[in-house]
């Protein structure tokens, strides 16, 4: 069973920008899959951002630009970050890693990232 802990969240203003951490129990370097996605009371989580040694980095529409993921493997650790944040970037952020898509897919816990107007 892999752990994930996240950290990094917090209250920021419009425009600022923030790091995401997520740091795991195991060798990153076994995971093709290590990305985010967020959460807001009420939706369903949605995709984020994907650090994938298949086919590279990808992102939603709407962070594009602005958002930026990556690995360091030497750290178990995989970051999101967030630069001109947007009040609709307000949400729980959650990490997730995946060795294969036939394999399970682990989930952090979750770190609030609130931003203000």
């Known amino acids: 069973q892999v752990q994930l802990v996240e950290s990094g969240g917090g209250l920021v203003e419009a425009g600022g920008s923030v790091r995401l951490s997520c740091a795991a129990s195991?060798?990153?370097?076994?995971?093709?899959?290590m990305g985010w996605h967020r959460q807001v009371p009420g939706k369903q989580r949605e995709f984020v951002a994907v650090?994938?040694?298949?086919?590279?980095?990808k992102y939603a529409d709407s962070v594009k630009g602005r958002f930026t993921i990556s690995r360091d493997n030497a750290k178990n650790t995989v970051y999101l970050q967030m630069n001109s944040l947007k009040p609709e970037d307000t949400a729980v952020y959650y990490c997730?890693?995946?060795?294969?898509?036939?394999?399970?897919?682990?989930w952090g816990q979750g770190t609030q990232v609130t931003v203000s107007s």
């Open positions: 650090d994938s040694k298949i086919t590279g980095t």
């Open positions: 195991e060798n990153t370097f076994s995971f093709n899959y």
């Open positions: 997730y890693v995946r060795k294969s898509m036939a394999e399970n897919v682990y």
